[in-house]
């Protein structure tokens, strides 16, 4: 017999009006939902890039400030978002995760 190997994917992506986002994704036929950021995606997102390319990478904060306003932030979320999905794409981290 051969077994299917699942994938966890991102299903949704949505910041309530409080600031909060949550995220869900689906592995199977079973759904979950993970708070992600409670008080702005892009806060939390920019906390730990700017951190990152100022600490890491030797950017100084007018480079980065600049990186971030010309499409810099949709990427960085864009690969927070696709980090935590990875995360997950495992049967015993998928099973570890309590739903909302």
Do not use: P
């Not at 986002?21 to 890039?49: F, N």
């Not at 951190?51 to 990427?75: R, S």
């Amino acid at each position: 017999m051969i077994k299917t190997k699942l994938r966890t994917e991102l299903v949704s992506l949505v910041e309530t009006a409080y600031g909060e986002a949550i995220l869900t994704m689906k592995r199977g036929e079973e759904e979950k939902q993970l708070l992600i950021a409670e008080c702005g995606l892009s806060d939390v997102v920019y906390e730990s890039s700017v951190d990152y390319y100022l600490d890491n990478e030797h950017w100084t904060q007018e480079k980065f400030d600049d990186y971030w306003e010309n499409g810099g932030e949709d990427k960085e979320i864009d690969n927070y978002v696709d980090g935590i999905v990875d995360f997950y794409d495992d049967d015993l981290t998928w099973e570890e995760l309590e739903t909302l």
